[in-house]
């Protein structure tokens, strides 16, 4: 079990650029979070999958946020024309539903994004 | 969602046990209280969860008051790789509500 991986680590970027940043869960996790923690503060829920279904999105995630899970294994989150006010930790967490568990979730490392 | 209170910050020395309390007197009956630590510019660290009875694994040991309006997690002999904030959630996965909701924490810092 490698945990939850999340590429790139760190990016920086111009305003109005487009980013997309990679989540890899643990193997088998069938449920894929996405948050964003700003300076001083804890993180915030984006959105969550359950297998490729996207099933719940924060009004954080604005109309220039689009989150994939195209085969239900690892997932992708795409800024749209970045704002200085995007800058970021984007943060991916997983965890394993209808198991008889509990729906833990686990935290990858996450990718800090800056706007210039 | 239950509200949690945790102090802001709390110093511990190396090697002492260190006592981190949470309030959560509004948790509802089926919610467990789950302890994530984050250390800087890291991602969240699961650390234990419980529900009712007092629990220990290989990091900390939670203990929750019998009416569970409050817990303590007790990491018994603190490093300096323990400085860290950390957060108490009440939480239970329901469909329409997946979602962990950080608080401020408490940040702790370990002294030499």
Same mark, same amino acid.
């Given at each position: 079990?490698?945990?939850?991986?999340?590429?790139?680590?760190?990016?920086?970027?111009?305003?109005? %650029?487009?980013?997309?940043? #990679? =989540?890899?869960?643990?193997? $088998?996790?069938?449920?894929?979070?996405?948050?964003?923690?700003?300076?001083? %503060?804890?993180?915030? +829920?984006?959105?969550?999958?359950?297998?490729?279904?996207?099933? $719940?999105?924060?009004?954080?995630?604005?109309?220039? +946020?689009?989150?994939?899970?195209?085969?239900?294994? +690892?997932? &992708?989150?795409? /800024?749209?024309?970045?704002?200085?006010?995007? @800058? !970021?930790? *984007?943060?991916? !967490? @997983?965890?394993?539903?209808?198991?008889?568990?509990?729906?833990?979730? *686990? +935290?990858?490392?996450?990718?800090?994004?800056?706007?210039? | 969602?239950?509200? &949690?209170? %945790?102090?802001?910050?709390?110093? =511990?020395?190396?090697?002492? !046990?260190?006592?981190?309390? =949470?309030?959560?007197?509004?948790?509802?009956?089926?919610? *467990?209280?789950?302890?994530? #630590?984050?250390?800087?510019?890291?991602?969240?660290? *699961?650390? /234990?969860?419980?529900?009712?009875?007092? $629990?220990?694994?290989?990091?900390?040991?939670?203990?929750?008051?019998?009416? #569970?309006? @409050?817990?303590?997690?007790?990491?018994?002999?603190?490093?300096?790789?323990?400085? !860290?904030?950390?957060? =108490? /959630?009440?939480?239970?996965?329901?469909?329409?509500? $997946?979602?962990? &909701?950080?608080?401020?924490? &408490?940040?702790?810092? /370990?002294?030499?």
């Amino acid at each position: 079990d490698t945990g939850v991986s999340q590429n790139p680590r760190h990016k920086i970027t111009k305003r109005g %650029q487009n980013v997309t940043f #990679r =989540c890899d869960p643990i193997s $088998e996790h069938n449920r894929l979070y996405w948050y964003r923690q700003t300076l001083g %503060q804890g993180p915030e +829920f984006l959105t969550y999958f359950q297998n490729e279904a996207q099933l $719940e999105k924060s009004r954080l995630l604005s109309d220039r +946020f689009s989150a994939e899970r195209p085969k239900g294994s +690892f997932s &992708t989150l795409e /800024i749209q024309r970045t704002e200085q006010g995007d @800058s !970021a930790m *984007y943060l991916c !967490a @997983s965890s394993l539903f209808g198991r008889g568990g509990l729906d833990t979730q *686990y +935290f990858g490392p996450g990718t800090r994004l800056t706007v210039l | 969602d239950a509200k &949690t209170t %945790q102090p802001p910050s709390m110093d =511990c020395a190396e090697g002492r !046990a260190a006592n981190l309390p =949470c309030n959560h007197s509004t948790i509802s009956g089926n919610e *467990y209280v789950y302890w994530y #630590r984050q250390i800087h510019s890291q991602g969240p660290q *699961y650390i /234990i969860h419980g529900l009712k009875n007092n $629990e220990t694994n290989e990091m900390a040991s939670l203990i929750i008051t019998e009416d #569970r309006k @409050s817990s303590t997690l007790i990491l018994p002999h603190a490093t300096l790789r323990d400085t !860290a904030v950390y957060y =108490c /959630i009440p939480f239970i996965s329901n469909f329409g509500n $997946e979602k962990l &909701t950080f608080g401020t924490g &408490t940040r702790l810092t /370990i002294i030499p």
